[in-house]
T-cell receptor, first 116, second 117 residues
Framework: DQQVKQNSPSLSVQEGRISILNCDYTNSMFDYFLWYKKYPAEGPTFLISISSIKDKNEDGRFTVFLNKSAKHLSLHIVPSQPGDSAVYFCAASGASYGGSQGNLIFGKGTKLSVKP | GAVVSQHPSRVICKSGTSVKIECRSL??????MFWYRQFPKQSLMLMAT?????????EQGVEKDKFLINHASLTLSTLTVTSAHPEDSSFYICSASGLGNNQETQYFGPGTRLLVL
């Protein structure tokens, strides 16, 4: 059973436009959410995170929105740049959800392509 | 941001040999380190969690005698793939979290590509 789902395997956006990457989760015990960016054959790079006590966190071009009632979060990138092209992973964790301490549960990723 | 290194970045070995992968946190003390495995076009799979000075906690289905993990200091964890076989070929990635950083955020190393012939 997938606890963190990224239903869009790929997304293509024009440079300068907004990229919206979506993530859904099923376990209401998750209380911390993260987004990572990953290039092939490299480790994921941390982008931005949000605690369940917030509904929005912004860092430069990246904004994460959390809708707890819908168990949904999204990453907005604006404006999108060609260098943003990568695979984006959503991850969730929660000290009390029953998993290993600090365990991150990852979605399967969404491949973002930003076209010039 | 926090920096995590891994060594080696790539390794090719013969079946039956053992391979050691090092994971280091360069600018912070990592109280917890994690080892992941990634198969092509798939998500990251957590293999084990290690806390400094204690035995690693392995995820279900991961053989602890096959994948030996040592977290001897706050800046170094090692993963040893013992008696490697072709099916162990994969991309192994470590991450670290700990003192001086948001302890819920994991910072990842660049990964190690293992190919077992």
């Amino acid at each position: 059973d997938q606890q963190v789902k990224q239903n869009s395997p790929s997304l293509s956006v024009q440079e300068g436009r907004i990229s919206i990457l979506n993530c859904d989760y099923t376990n209401s015990m998750f209380d911390y959410f993260l987004w990572y960016k990953k290039y092939p054959a490299e480790g994921p790079t941390f982008l931005i995170s949000i605690s369940s006590i917030k509904d929005k966190n912004e860092d430069g071009r990246f904004t994460v929105f959390l809708n707890k009632s819908a168990k949904h979060l999204s990453l907005h990138i604006v404006p999108s740049q060609p260098g943003d092209s990568a695979v984006y992973f959503c991850a969730a964790s929660g000290a009390s959800y029953g998993g290993s301490q600090g365990n991150l549960i990852f979605g399967k990723g969404t491949k973002l392509s930003v076209k010039p | 941001g926090a920096v995590v290194s891994q060594h080696p970045s790539r390794v090719i070995c013969k079946s039956g040999t053992s391979v050691k992968i090092e994971c280091r946190s360069l600018d912070f003390q990592a109280t917890t380190m994690f080892w992941y495995r990634q198969f092509p076009k798939q998500s990251l799979m957590l293999m084990a969690t290690s806390n400094e000075g204690s035995k690693a906690t392995y995820e279900q289905g991961v053989e602890k005698d096959k994948f030996l993990i040592n977290h001897a200091s706050l800046t170094l964890s090692t993963l040893t793939v013992t008696s490697a076989h072709p099916e162990d070929s994969s991309f192994y990635i470590c991450s670290a979290s700990g003192l001086g950083n948001n302890q819920e955020t994991q910072y990842f190393g660049p990964g190690t590509r293992l190919l077992v012939l």
